[in-house]
């Protein structure tokens, strides 16, 4: 509705995963930079976790369109699987034909094996990339370790992306999964945004609809970082809403309390106003960490 009200060209808070939207703030930056080393190494998995909507897979993304053009990638987007589940479905992506009356690991593992086996005489490399890594069975990770055994005397011949929320980090704490764990050559915890770069990604996203970040006022956009965290999941769902009320009331920019009340919307007033609070008890500390250390040097002159 608000789309040419604003003059946009398209809407930019859509959280459909849009390719050209894509924004790499520095953490995502280094995140990648991360993953792309760790597939060099000799070993065979990397990991990436973060809270839900950090971008991890706006990362996971970028980070296929970086691989060379030598390479097969295998993605499992549903972990939720068994093992005999899990192999069939990476020969599904592999292009591995199979019979469907035959369902042992054996008969999988031994497919799988040969495809990998294969690529490497051709010179392709074997990606296999897991999202939702946190919902993987322990017995199902072992069978993702016992893939990659299969090497040369350089590298592992399939490498494994691991892609989760933060509880995977406590799953492969478990003592039967320790030895998964010592082939990480590479892992990154992603971080929320910080303010500046949540100001950069709804600045970067309106851009690209032809906008400008003018809409959203600076209070507005301090708002922003402040009820959403810098997750940018919930950034384009409040921006939106907000958009949406702005046109609504007929204003030219988004104002703090229109954007106060989208997050009430998508939120709750509670989460609202306990997010806000927060904000506020944290500058009030400030204030008092600085008239304490003022009245220090004062002190401190007057002695």
Not at 15 to 20: G, L, R, Y
Not at 146 to 158: A, D, P
Not at 235 to 259: E, G, M, S, Y
Not at 260 to 286: C, H, N, P
Request: aromatic fraction near 8%; hydrophobic fraction near 45%; include cysteine.
């Amino acid at each position: 509705m608000y789309l040419s009200y604003f003059g946009l060209s398209d809407n930019p808070f859509s959280i459909a995963p849009n390719p050209d939207y894509l924004y790499m703030s520095p953490r995502h930056k280094e995140a990648l930079a991360h993953l792309i080393f760790g597939l060099r190494e000799s070993g065979g998995f990397v990991m990436l976790t973060g809270e839900v909507g950090t971008g991890k897979t706006t990362v996971s993304r970028k980070l296929m369109q970086q691989l060379p053009h030598n390479t097969q990638v295998a993605m499992i987007l549903n972990p939720t699987l068994s093992a005999i589940e899990l192999l069939a479905t990476i020969c599904d992506e592999l292009g591995i034909k199979h019979e469907s009356q035959h369902l042992s690991l054996k008969y999988f593992t031994d497919l799988i094996l040969g495809k990998l086996a294969a690529n490497h005489q051709q010179g392709i490399n074997t990606i296999l990339i897991v999202d939702e890594a946190q919902h993987l069975q322990p017995e199902v990770l072992e069978q993702l370790r016992l893939l990659t055994n299969l090497e040369t005397h350089r590298e592992k011949l399939l490498k494994v992306v691991l892609i989760g929320q933060p509880e995977l980090q406590q799953l492969l704490k478990r003592n039967e999964l320790r030895q998964l764990a010592q082939r990480i050559t590479a892992r990154y915890h992603l971080l929320p945004l910080t303010s500046s770069e949540v100001k950069s990604y709804i600045g970067h996203r309106l851009g690209v609809a032809n906008g400008d970040i003018s809409i959203f006022s600076q209070a507005t956009i301090r708002a922003a970082f402040q009820i959403t965290g810098g997750i940018p999941r919930v950034i384009n769902l409040l921006c939106d809403r907000a958009l949406t009320l702005t046109f609504t009331k007929q204003l030219p920019v988004v104002q703090k309390h229109i954007f106060y009340a989208a997050a009430e919307q998508i939120l709750g007033a509670d989460v609202v106003k306990q997010r806000v609070g927060r904000s506020w008890t944290y500058i009030m500390f400030i204030c008092f960490v600085a008239a304490v250390a003022v009245g220090f040097w004062v002190g401190q002159q007057y002695a």
